[in-house]
């Protein structure tokens, strides 16, 4: 099976061009697991197919590394719109991508060499409804709510991008600190598994450095903590603004580099912007046994 290694500001995946390769549905959450595994097989943080869309020019088929199926991926979506226009399945650069029914449409924008540089994409609408994300509250909405997680007090604003995420600002959980130091591998899974996310849950713990620049590191839930998360960033910026910490255009500071969100109140629509880039290309022998 041919691949290719990319990734985005580091959330890096393993493409597969589905309109080549065909995989049986059945052996792929095994073959997920197998080929993310960063010491036995390829490594990445999960598996997507690029197939052919139904209502889109194409369809990003996502897997994360513990080979369950994942709705979004901002991250893993402008690389494969880098992929469609470098490998040259499409000579546009504005293209629509479906992900789990979800129809993002993505801007291109190419380098000096001809390939995609960045990509805009249009993340859509904030879902905010706390049944929709889903999280179990008492209130319709979950702004700057309370939670105990593992013995300790932790206050969360909750937003779905397409997938659940839990966004929680580290101001009144060390001060002072660096965001760096934050033991995310202990406090991480126990967010993602705990009882009030139905679905398990990314979470984003934040740093505010002003109105317009925050960081950022994140457990995404099935992966563990990754460089980035593009649905992240953008669910950070809404809990920002929610929470009237920012203004509305931020860039944020993740551990693989940074990612320009906004969100467009007046439309209720947010924006995302960043880099998508290729690692290399190779060729895999599968398992028999699978």
Known sequence: MKFTKMHGCGNDYIYVNGLKEQIDAKRKPELVRRLSDRHFGIGGDGVIFINPGKSACFEMEMYNADGTRAQMCGNGIRCVAKYVYDYGLTDQTSITIESFGQVKNLDLTLGADGKVSTVKVTMGMP???????????????????????????????????????????????IEPFDIRDFEIDKIGPHFENHARFPERVNTEFVRVLDKNNVQMRVWERGTGETLACGTGCCATVVASVLNG????????????GEILCEWDRARNVVYMTGPAETVFDGEIELWEEM
């Open 127 to 173: 879902i905010l409804t706390a049944s929709d994300i889903p999280v179990v509250s008492d209130h319709e909405q979950v702004i700057d709510e309370e939670i105990e997680v593992d013995g300790q007090r932790y206050r969360m604003t909750c937003v779905s991008m397409g997938n659940p995420h839990a966004v929680v600002f580290l101001k009144d959980v």
């Open 245 to 256: 910490l920012t203004d509305t255009k931020v860039t944020v500071k993740v551990l693989g």
